[in-house]
């Protein structure tokens, strides 16, 4: 690894200890310099000599090549001990400008030594979001170390009291008599929301989420005051391939997964957030920040939206209406209105991806004047609900923090109702026709899952406990890796065994799309189609060569395009591979949670095959050598979204006339069997992970 | 100092890390032996042996006898890093099962090799409450180290962010580099409460609030399980002089001092709480736990009271509305029924303090069954108003804590709920007449206020800033002090002149009695006598002789008996001292508190002498040599109240007929002089006070 690299990782470690005491595996130091402390008045009591020699334990000190830094004035309007929202517009400006700095140095020198000197009194959460961006997209750092999230701020993800005997054993006990910390689970069974916390507060799950808005970032809210260049700039890390309809899909999916594990649970369907109304839903993070020693912010019960008066933070409840509105006409009407009054059209292939955009919203919405900022705005009312006004000073409650959103139950409620909105422009869409469905020639006949030691088409789970090492997010000097060792859901490996017969005269070529979906709805009949479809939650999606006659075709769960492996959620960052590839690569579904956790005595589900034509799936652009295995929820770096039909297809519209049931939707090429997602109680030791 | 003394003193340092790290100025560690890891698990894995050897900073081992151990089997119900309350019933119940283990412990040997096995595996609060309380009152322990709280628990009084920062400073800078730690004041304009927050989170009024519950502890709940020794030996801890009238009256005197604060700073009254109703305020702790990283719950605008349902924590608030209409039966009636209905009658010099022991409750109730447990249970209902049923698993705000009640304006709302009760009840006595409030042959003829460069009858307040070492708190290994520098309201010493014409024949011994009370009502009107008299705050009281003739007598603040030194609110335990006297000592005012803060146009007063006939004043007993400088709010150690009077003469009743004002009220003995209270924004820096 050039020192380039390994520098820039450096940089990335213990965010709360400057970088003049030792990091890293060879107890490396920063060398510090009138600049430095320029910009970091807190240390400058002590000199340029003392910092140098401040850490006895450092055994290599670096001297970074120094330039000229720019001045990160309005930047350091965030305190470090701030909480980091890109949910808040003005979080969004100071990080945006900072992405604007390093994105502008001309070269590595100047990039790392302004990193270094800002990296101490910038917001630490700030700092390493904006360098992230910005290395991820600039050409002479896309082989750059820029290593993932948990391993450097663990309490965004780790229980405040693990961590706390984190910090115990690594003071107590040696290296080698270290046991891995578990704590016992705090889930009380008055509390039925307690029921989905595997899922909620799943670490993979939020790594994912937070790695998704990493790679689609939205952008900065002010690109009016840009330069055309910065403009051209801040469209290269914003503008990809199909982002807005991602933005819809991928968070459709995490509703219908979660609404899935609902229903395993014995609870209904997550209710679509009624905002004018008080939230029932209590969340009590256990989260606590290690810097401050303060949790985030709870929500009690029964609280409800108001006008937020936070510094440069004002939003108001009413405008919310007033967008939703604009919204929903826009859909009737199909078309939105662009900031010059021109309407655009919401075309069939388009209109989602436009939609996408202005909901979320990113920089790339054709009206923010108009459409607003609606589920940011969401976020933002929720994360503050507990103090709209700030008079008690206290900040955000997880939902403004993409890192830690999905813990907490409204998440889903209110993303809900932002689904709802796509799914009202879905059903203004032409109906697919059978001939849109139908692959001719093509017939599934049959579709069985085999996993070892369970019966045929039955999923198993199960628990299973890993062992994750934190040492290098606890700020102090530790030898030696320190694990947590944390519960979450796991399956059986499993084969899909999908019979074809191409009973056309031709080898042909397919796509082949698995979705699974519960066999009942809440009140335990089976469902109508309209209703199933939006259950439907995908599982894998591949192209398939299918040779004349009948065969047999095997797909391993691990191949999923939708998940990544185990490995790779939780993996440390290896100092071969680049950044850019590790951070996209970060984002995808975690593999442990493919399949929702059933129940002990088998929850009945429907799995659906589809072969479509590959002629009408395909993308101009050969599929990417890295990090292609999670495109379904995370598109490919750099390239096309893998798959011309519209995300979700073919489940995305309403059924045409006379389809009211499943069976009834089906063509030759599509076919259900009937399984079972079997839950045993029972923990399966993983170890260590990394 | 002995051994015994000094080892009773490490055992209190630093709680959250075991015996065996080394403590204290020499390094001393404990010798850990089979005994104390069998009743400490989580240690059994590092083995006698390693245990002995395991901190290489230790310069010192020291081995306790071992003697039997008593099972801990209930205590270790409340887990370590759960919060401790004394207003939950069932903690109370292990708190006083803890007193009793140290309480019949046979001789020195037993006690401390009880409380070195029990140290680490018990919850540190509780361990420290039920320590400190049995070494007061053992006779054994009198003279042993017992210190203070805030040493060893700094983060129930220091903001979290403070704390980080100590934290950092600790590490990164050396001992003769380091500057006092300060952190911004946070405090917004928005929220009116705060401009009172100097008070409330005032660490001096904290500590006196908590060292007052600590020599006044409620004793347990479960009285009828203990044999008649045990009973006795609780009794011997709760049953002081006049405890009852004492909790009513320091709490009266707290209200009335924060309604005096709020008048200065252009707020009402603090509104009595209807519970019936949403509380407006909101609380939002600073607080964090240094331990597990997490901060107390935060109590947003407009929670309710609701039952509680929290494992052994089972409240009813339609149960506060059944105690509080018997409470008031009892008043109009004259009389308490007792748990074996005979009716107690509650006479002219007694019924106060039953009332008191009644409403708090302590031990001391004659009814808990019919009276419950009133003032208590309000604590623990707002302590827990966030998650009233423990669904969410979430512990106690500030409410919950007598160290950090204070905290919360709903403390005084609360209190002022209870205060009304026993004004209720003195509304009931015979008025003094004026044989009962003059002194006759004795006129106050003048009172004068006199301080170094203002002008006469002024008080002057300022802000100071103090800097406090909170090293032996921070649970690690730090190399000298570390300063925290908080700032708090301070005056101006001065001396009351007061003129006596003793025109009787002989000379006297009389009581002198100085009270302060704003001059104008919140409207700005002046007061009626009855809205006046419970917002005299007491400034001093004291014993003088008259010569015969006029004479001036002088005095001066600092020797008042209201309030404790500064230096011994905040100063670290001297090793020499007695613990049951430092303790004890803790209690009081504390004296940069004694004047409210007033403003900076001046704040009308109305200063008020009274001279009372000493022969209806003293107590049969000489006074204690030692902590006798608190004794208004706190009582004398092991001593009556020394004034037999009712605790707040001659303001705790309503005045005789015809007396409207302040000035139809005064008797010659009395006299009234206009002050005032002018407060300058600028900052004192006060230095290290310990």
Redesign the interface.
Known sequence: MSNFKRNFHLLFERP???VF?AKGPKKTAFKVCEEYLKVNPR?K??GVS?CNS?DKNAEELVEVKRTPIPSFDEILELKR?ENFSLFIPKHRRLAGKLIDIFWNMPDLDHLLFTAMCARDCLNPYLFHYALTVAMLHRPDTKDMAVPTFVEFFP?KFVD??A??ELK?QA???SEN?R?PIEVTE???D??VE?RLMYFREDMGVNLHHWHWHLVYPHGTSDLEDKTEAQVEATKKIVDKDRRGELFYYMHQQVIARYNYERLCNDLKKTKKLDWTKEIEE???P?L????????Y??R?AN?KFQDLDREEDKRYVDELKKWSDQIYAAIHHGSVIDERGCLISLTESKGIDILGNIIESSALSHNRTLYGDLHNTGHDFIGNI??P??????SLGVMGDSAMAMRDPVFYRWHTYIDDMFQEYKATLPHYSESQLNYPGITVSAIEVQSHRSPNNTFSTFWQKTDLDLSKGLD?DTKGPIYWRFKHLQHQPFTYKITVNNHSNSNKKGTCRIFLAPKYDETGKPWSFRDQKIMFIELDKFTIDLERGQKIYSREDHESTVTISFEKTFRKFQEEESSAEFNFCGCGWPHHMLIPKGTPEGFASQLFVMISNYEDDKVAEELGETCNDAGSYCGIKNKMYPDRRAMGYPFDRLPRNGVDTLQEFLTPNMRVQDVTIKFSDRIDIHGPVN
């Open positions: 709360h200890q400057p005491i240390y009591c002590l003392h401040f001990d309490d405040a009291k961590l706390a115990d003071i107590l006990i008599s046991k705090e889930v009380s008055k509390e307690h209590a969340y009590f256990k606590g920040t290690l810097k401050t020693g303060m949790s912010a709870a009690v609280q507990h103090d006004d700030n008079r008690h000073l206290k102090f």
